[in-house]
């Protein structure tokens, strides 16, 4: 959940429950932190995605005091050290102006259709797409308008089904919460059949709403096709709680119904030694490697600037349902760094 939206919330307070429990767990949470070596820092980037072109990764993010500019966009071979900015434009892939957006440039997700690039993201709480050449940009829209007007939109993920479908899974704030929603796309990637909009997630489970808000939260979404059974991961609870995580739900077909894993979450700062772990992307890293790029606290004190980390996740055959379960790797959890 991004800082700039508390207007839609009330202020998280920690109930006794979860204090209990993070003493309880205090080991597992206050896990040493990562040591940088001379010539880096950390990443900052919340919401983050990761996006791979010939030999080349490309970061982009909710971008911390370049929230309101656009998107910055990072370099790597390794997935672990990172260069930048490097967008053409002064460091921006997207820059204000070109595109959709006055403000709030928010979970940004890249991938390449008929040998051009585009970008979904949100801004102004709506949902724009813009076109590229590069994964550096500068991403441009020929019109400056949203895909749709209708209620508040954020967080977009374009799914390019293997049967040639495309489809756009988004979060709606309206109502009392933030509701995941999935709509089938048309052929140009810029527009959507509103006719087939349909919901899929929304958070009704103890673990996505430890601190009992009166708003309820699943959003960043992100989805990956296995065995033919469709996997959406979400993060739940509100951005500022130490409670912020990842869970999952699968199902037959994009446009649902989803059925919620049972275990959920996957990701937690039970798994990862840091509060606020969640709203990620699925990467591809060496030998397809499976890994989940996402922000966390800055720290055990503060929320923001966020940080960028990575942790390793696979499919694990499940004899008792029958369905390969997602599961994530602890020991590979791993903070991002940026050479200097």
């Known amino acids: 959940m991004h800082f700039y939206k508390q207007q839609h919330f009330l202020l998280f307070i920690v109930s006794l429950s979860t204090v209990a429990l993070s003493n309880c767990s205090s080991k597992t949470i206050l896990a040493k932190q990562q040591q940088l070596k001379t010539g880096e820092e950390y990443m900052y980037m919340a919401d983050p995605t990761i996006f791979f072109d010939k030999g080349t990764y490309y970061l982009y993010g909710t971008g911390g005091n370049r929230f309101n500019e656009g998107f910055a966009v990072y370099t790597s071979e390794n997935l672990k050290t990172w260069k930048g900015p490097v967008g053409e434009k002064d460091g921006y892939a997207l820059k204000k102006g070109d595109v959709f957006g006055t403000a709030g440039f928010w979970a940004p997700q890249v991938l390449k259709h008929n040998n051009q690039f585009y970008i979904a993201y949100a801004a102004n709480e709506h949902i724009g797409i813009a076109v590229s050449s590069t994964p550096l940009g500068p991403f441009l829209s020929k019109t400056l ?31 009392g919460g933030n509701r ?63 409670d912020y995580a990842v869970g999952y739900a699968t199902s037959k077909s994009p446009l649902g119904p989803w059925k919620k894993y049972e275990a959920n979450p996957i990701i937690h700062r039970s798994v990862t030694g840091q509060k606020g772990s969640g709203h990620g992307d ?16 800055h720290s055990f004190e503060k929320v923001i600037p966020r940080k960028t980390a990575t942790i390793k996740i696979k499919f694990v055959k499940d004899d008792k349902t029958g369905i390969d379960k997602l599961v994530a790797a602890p020991k590979s959890f791993h903070f991002l760094r940026q050479l200097k």
């Not at 895909?147 to 089904?161: A, H, L, R, V």
């Not at 709403?209 to 739940?236: C, F, Q, R």
């Open 282 to 297: 699925i990467v591809k890293g060496k030998k397809d490697q499976l890994l989940y790029v996402f922000h966390t606290h």
């Open 145 to 175: 308008k949203p895909i749709s007007e209708e209620t508040k939109q954020i967080d977009p993920f374009i799914f390019k089904d293997t049967d040639g479908k495309t489809y756009i899974f988004y979060v709606v704030v309206a109502n």
């Open 180 to 242: 995941i929603y999935v709509v089938e796309m048309n052929d140009d990637l810029l527009s959507v059949k509103k006719e087939t909009a349909r919901l899929c997630i929304e958070a009704d489970t103890e673990w996505e709403n430890t601190g009992k808000d009166k708003w309820s939260v699943a959003e960043g979404p992100t989805v990956i096709k296995h065995n033919s059974l469709y996997y959406l991961m979400y993060s739940a609870n509100d951005f500022r709680s130490m």
